[in-house]
């Protein structure tokens, strides 16, 4: 329910209270007992609620990991659809892009705050939420393609695949700040390389990709 001002009421504010206390209970348990090693129960009693409580929030247990991205997936579509007028998808994205490299998002993977560095390897090092992040960037694919559809009349096929290019080159950008970041190399460092890196691959993007058009 939302007050009459637009601000969350009440009911709402307490159930962002709890799935924020469940996160942080099921973060604070899997860094430092491993994920593998910490059940939904013992999150559920360290949050102080129910697991069937835990499970009307989190679905499954690797959820209370990934949704902490939830709001990353759409996040490239996002970014489509605000772009300004005569501005094409691709230079939208290319700016976001290097946008997040510089404030040192986490999603680029160029981020090296020990408690990121620590989440990160905990993913990288658990296949069951390596396999869920796949699931997300399959998501962040279709919305992605969904916008393209909406704001620059292409077709459906076209959207598709040019979804799946720039989500493929954003993911493998992000990967491979990420290994970098994760095996020592400062953030400050890698800058460089992350913005070169990024300038080559969305050059590549556009030539293959100039035919889509700009917004009206």
């Given at each position: 329910?939302?007050?009459?001002?637009?601000?969350?009421g009440?009911r709402?504010?307490?159930k962002q209270?709890?799935h924020?206390a469940?996160s942080?209970?099921?973060i604070?348990?899997?860094?430092?007992?491993?994920?593998?090693?910490?059940?939904v129960?013992?999150?559920?009693?360290?949050?102080?609620v129910s697991?069937?409580?835990?499970?009307?929030?989190?679905p499954?247990?690797?959820?209370?990991?990934?949704?902490?991205?939830?709001?990353?997936?759409?996040?490239s579509?996002?970014?489509?659809?605000?772009?300004?007028p005569?501005?094409?998808?691709?230079?939208?994205?290319?700016?976001?892009?290097?946008?997040g490299?510089?404030?040192r998002d986490?999603?680029?993977?160029?981020?090296?705050?020990?408690?990121?560095?620590?989440l990160?390897?905990?993913i990288?090092?658990?296949?069951?939420?390596?396999?869920?992040?796949?699931?997300?960037?399959?998501g962040?694919?279709?919305e992605?393609?969904?916008?393209?559809?909406?704001?620059?009349d292409?077709?459906?096929?076209t959207?598709?695949?040019?979804?799946?290019q720039i989500?493929a080159?954003?993911?493998s950008?992000?990967?491979d700040?990420?290994?970098?970041v994760?095996?020592?190399?400062?953030?400050d460092?890698?800058?460089?390389?992350?913005?070169?890196?990024?300038?080559?691959?969305?050059?590549?993007?556009?030539?293959?990709?100039r035919?889509?058009?700009?917004?009206?």
């Open positions: 329910m939302v007050a009459v001002d637009g601000k969350p009440l709402e504010r307490k209270r709890t924020a469940i942080e209970a099921a604070t348990l899997f860094l430092e007992h491993g994920f593998n090693q910490v059940s129960a013992q999150v559920a009693e360290a949050a102080e697991k069937r409580t835990l499970f009307a929030y989190f499954a247990k690797e959820d209370l990991v990934v949704h902490r991205l939830a709001d990353h997936e759409a996040e579509a996002r970014v489509v659809r605000a772009r300004p005569r501005t094409t998808p691709l230079t939208a994205l290319r700016e976001h892009f290097l946008k490299l510089r404030e986490p999603i680029t993977g160029l981020n090296d705050h020990p408690h990121i560095l620590k990160t390897r905990m990288l090092d658990t296949p069951s939420l390596v396999a869920r992040m796949e699931r997300f960037k399959a962040a694919e279709h992605l393609a969904q916008a393209l559809r909406e704001t620059a292409t077709p459906e096929l959207a598709r695949l040019a979804a799946v989500v080159v954003q993911w950008l992000a990967q700040n990420t290994r970098r994760t095996y020592g190399e400062p953030a460092d890698r800058y460089a390389g992350a913005v070169a890196d990024a300038e080559h691959a969305f050059a590549l993007l556009e030539n293959g990709l035919h889509l058009p700009p917004r009206k």
